[in-house]
């Protein structure tokens, strides 16, 4: 018996196929525009997607591409992550919202800060995704660090490459640091005693004091504690050290098992992972990763992704559905049996795969049951079946 | 001849004592509820734009956290991102530091604000120097206090290259021929001076702005080089009359020999109200909330800030304590100069009190609870519409003592007054930008030959 599971999308520009851009009913004049991403995000929400992640880095196109010559034939321009996701969180009502950062060049206190915003504006759905290191591409825009990888080593083993175990740890100084800084204000700080005069209790605000290998941090956070307490952590993990980062510092991991019968395999493995060095609760919630295209007919799908690919050939580190909506129910069906928590699903067009998740595979996946209901939580954190923590400096209540 | 017109900034009620929070009808600080209401008040009275301050460490007083003054806020650009959701036609300003953030990531953040708000972006850019804000950051205090403009400065020059590197008519997308962008269209940035080493491919498209709204603070000589260099609005400290007129002036005189226009810089100081129906009502309505807003642990704690010492014991109803300052340890440098700025606040402070012979408490009111406009509101619009045709300044930031609805009845009450007279528009033109509101002249884009 397969027990359900959740649904969220991954978002990027016109789409993850490299062509889409080139669809008739793409919109790639748009991809900077507040009203595609907006009517994107509101059709997942309706359809009652529990989270949709933004992808983002601090260079020209992705990170590891265009340096020396700007491609003219790929989709380029993208908007601020955590910017984007804070505007659509007055318009969007149960969502969860998760934008990427990367952890090398931005100030880990305005991450901080940011995410805690993009709480309150949502009234407790925000998310981040966490993202290690820096490109050449990256140092060179903003001329500030020297360190980071160059490239991935030969063994595509992060292991191998000292500069990438350093991108790791400091990566996980910075969630600790987005969960001090979230913490740092107990729910209950703001007091407004006319009597006394204190509009807060200080006893109750607690200065970070954080010192780690990379950078340290003083303060408390300038933020009030957030609805949800703590952002949603979420990292893509791909081998070992990563599957280590999600197990020590996520709330939730996304996978790319080549197919179901992988999916053992890397459970395992974060099993593991989670043994030696998980300091959350919870166990960590798996979610495979699957690329989708999605036509009413299965030959419909196949021309259309023929088309695609002639143009250009996709390069990705996920599984590939291409057919009907049926056909990426059977294969979430399929991974929920093989024991993962929620599948992401990365449209190979935009809006086209959007608009046929949210209108033809989601409602076709909650009526065959291998979705997980809307329970109606309030939060991010509880739709995902975690629970919100009080602050780790607030003071346990003792009985009278 | 047609009136010149008034521009009005919205100031969020910041994180000091000019903010009441003991008024049972204060909301709150941090609830997105809170900025809606005011920026829908603001977009409702036509003002140009909202203004957020910032500060990047909780305020301390004595080592401690500082409880008495309303604390907690949100992140700028975020929140400023979310009001961009629920506003359309008002301009969405904050306050950035130029010290604490680098300028590909900064530029990108509002690049991307004005592209989600149709061209209503700007930035108040403010420096700092201090280890007390740098120990959140990575680098700590890094900057010399003497370098805070230089880099000001540089950072501004640098954002605009990256603004302007992406040609208007970048995105061909053309999908039958597979080009999406046009060639050469997007400009390599570089950088390389004592400060900064960039080489930089943006990756954000021109906004519909073109580069965002550039506000100024700062009233030394280097801020208002720099802001004659760099900046559309100066937020500035002038509201006495002639002073105000004065600093119009000076500032606007300096343009020509920037190839500027007159018009391209706004003057927009602080500005506190209070109303009433007669002007005695306004008086007594002054009185209460400079009481509210200058409790005696307020006037208590602005002593012990200016003495360095702890005056608990001290009555605020009583005279000025007749003790010495405690000015800290010895350091080589800067010792004497503190020693002597502080005697010379003393001393002033002392001159003041004296006069009139003022308690501590009415004293901490004369000085910093004086509100700028007092009167009915017929009085309050024609003395803003003088400052304003008689160039003194180009409109005003104004700011409430309540959160969030300080600045409704401003908006009930004043605006339709301005309007009538002719000075200040009666709506909001369709698809115009920060820039258009301030009647700023449009930014010059890079475009392809």
């Known amino acids: 018996m397969t027990h359900p599971v959740h649904v969220a999308v991954a978002l990027e520009g016109a789409g993850w196929h490299p062509a889409a851009w080139r669809e008739d009913d793409a919109r790639p004049r748009d991809l900077t525009s507040p009203g595609y991403w907006a009517e994107l995000v509101r059709a997942a929400d309706d359809a009652g997607v529990a989270f949709a992640t933004f992808e983002d880095a601090l260079a020209f196109a992705g990170r590891w591409t265009d340096r020396d010559e700007p491609r003219t034939d790929a989709a380029r321009g993208r908007l601020d992550a955590v910017l984007l996701a804070s505007f659509l969180a007055p318009l969007t009502r149960r969502i969860g919202l998760v934008p990427t950062v990367t952890t090398t060049h931005p100030e880990p206190f305005h991450l901080a800060t940011g995410l805690q915003t993009l709480d309150h504006a949502s009234h407790g759905r925000a998310g981040v995704r966490i993202v290690a290191g820096s490109s050449p591409a990256e140092r060179a825009n903003f001329g500030r660090r020297a360190d980071g990888p160059v490239g991935f080593p030969a063994s595509g083993r992060v292991e191998d490459d000292p500069a990438w175990e350093a991108a790791f740890r400091e990566a996980g100084e910075v969630v600790e640091v987005i969960r001090g800084l979230a913490d740092s204000w107990e729910d209950d700080a703001i007091i407004r005693d006319v009597e006394s005069g204190r509009f807060l209790d200080r006893d109750r605000v607690h200065n970070l004091e954080f010192e780690g290998e990379f950078f340290s ?99 990705t580190d996920a599984r590939v559905v291409v057919g009907t909506a049926d056909d990426v129910v059977e294969e979430i069906r399929a991974f929920a049996t093989a024991g993962v928590d929620g599948v992401r699903l990365r449209p190979a067009r935009l809006p086209a795969d959007l608009v046929a998740i949210a209108d033809l595979v989601v409602p076709a996946a909650q009526a065959r049951g291998v979705l997980l209901p809307d329970g109606g939580e309030s939060t991010l954190r509880e739709r995902l079946g975690l629970p919100l923590r009080a602050s780790r400096y607030a003071r346990t209540e003792v009985p009278a | ?120 972006a700007g930035w108040n850019a403010v420096t700092s120097s201090d280890a007390f804000h740098g120990a959140n950051f990575r680098r700590g205090g890094y900057l010399d206090h003497a370098d805070r403009y230089v880099r000001a400065s540089e950072f501004a020059e640098l954002s605009k290259r990256l603004w302007e590197s992406w040609d208007e008519a970048a995105i061909v997308a053309d999908a039958a021929a597979g080009v999406f962008l046009a060639d050469d269209a997007v400009a390599r940035v570089r950088h390389e001076s004592r400060l900064f080493d960039v080489d930089a491919l943006f990756d954000i498209p021109s906004s519909p702005q073109g580069r965002p709204v550039i506000v100024q603070a700062g009233d030394s000589a280097d801020g208002r080089d720099f802001a004659t260099a760099h900046a559309d609005v100066i937020f500035s400290l002038h509201t006495e009359f002639s002073d105000a007129q004065d600093f119009y002036r000076d500032v606007k005189g300096r343009l020509a020999a920037h190839g500027r226009d007159e018009e391209s810089l706004k003057i927009l100081p602080a500005a506190t109200f209070v109303l009433g129906d007669t002007l005695a009502e306004a008086k007594e309505r002054s009185r209460e909330v400079a009481l509210q807003q200058v409790r005696p642990e307020t006037a208590i704690t602005y002593l012990e ?21 405690d000015t800290g340890p010895e350091t080589a440098q800067g010792f004497a100069n503190r020693h002597a700025a502080v005697r010379a606040r003393i001393s002033k402070l002392r001159e003041v009190a004296d006069a009139e012979n003022l308690t501590i408490r009415e004293l901490i009111i004369r000085l910093t609870a004086n509100h700028t406009f007092v009167g009915t509101p017929e ?55 920060l820039h258009d509101l301030l009647g700023l002249p449009p930014v010059r884009q890079r475009t392809l030959v």
């Open chain 2, 1 to 120: 001849m047609t009136r010149r017109q008034i521009h009005l900034a919205a100031h969020f009620p910041g994180v000091n004592n000019t903010t009441v929070w003991t008024d049972p009808t204060s909301g709150s600080q941090i609830d997105f509820a809170s900025f809606e209401h005011f920026a829908s008040n603001a977009e409702r009275g036509l003002f140009d734009y909202v203004f957020l301050a910032e500060g990047l460490r909780l305020r301390e007083h004595r080592g401690q956290i500082h409880d008495l003054d309303v604390l907690g806020r949100p992140n700028t650009l975020a929140i400023l991102a979310a009001i961009a959701a629920v506003t359309r036609h008002v301009g969405l300003v904050g306050t950035l530091s130029t010290t604490f953030n680098e300028p590909y990531e900064l530029a990108r953040q509002l690049a991307t604000l004005d592209h989600l708000s149709g061209g209503r």
């Open chain 1, 217 to 315: 941090i003083k303060g408390a956070s300038i933020v009030p504690r957030s609805p949800q307490g703590q952002p949603l952590i979420t990292a893509l993990a791909h081998q070992t050290i990563p599957y280590e980062f999600a197990a020590q510092h996520a709330d939730v991991v996304f996978v790319t098992p080549s197919d179901p019968a992988a999916t053992a395999g890397i459970l395992a493995e974060l099993v593991e992972a989670s043994d030696d060095v998980r300091t959350e609760v919870e166990p960590l919630r798996v979610f495979a990763d699957l690329l989708v295209l999605v036509e009413a007919w299965r030959a419909a799908a196949e021309e259309t992704w023929s088309r695609l690919q002639e143009r250009e050939a996709l390069v």
């Open chain 2, 379 to 433: 009085h309050v619009a024609s003395e803003i519409d003088r400052y304003v045709q008689e160039r003194a300044t180009d409109g005003f930031t104004v700011v409430g003592h309540l959160t969030p609805h300080g600045l409704d009845e401003f908006t009930d009450r004043v605006i339709p007054l301005l309007q009538e007279r002719g000075s200040y528009r009666r709506s909001y033109e369709e698809g115009a930008t």
């Open chain 2, 305 to 325: 800030q200016v003495w360095n010492r702890d005056f608990s014991g001290y009555d605020a109803d009583g005279p000025l304590p007749d003790v010495e300052p």
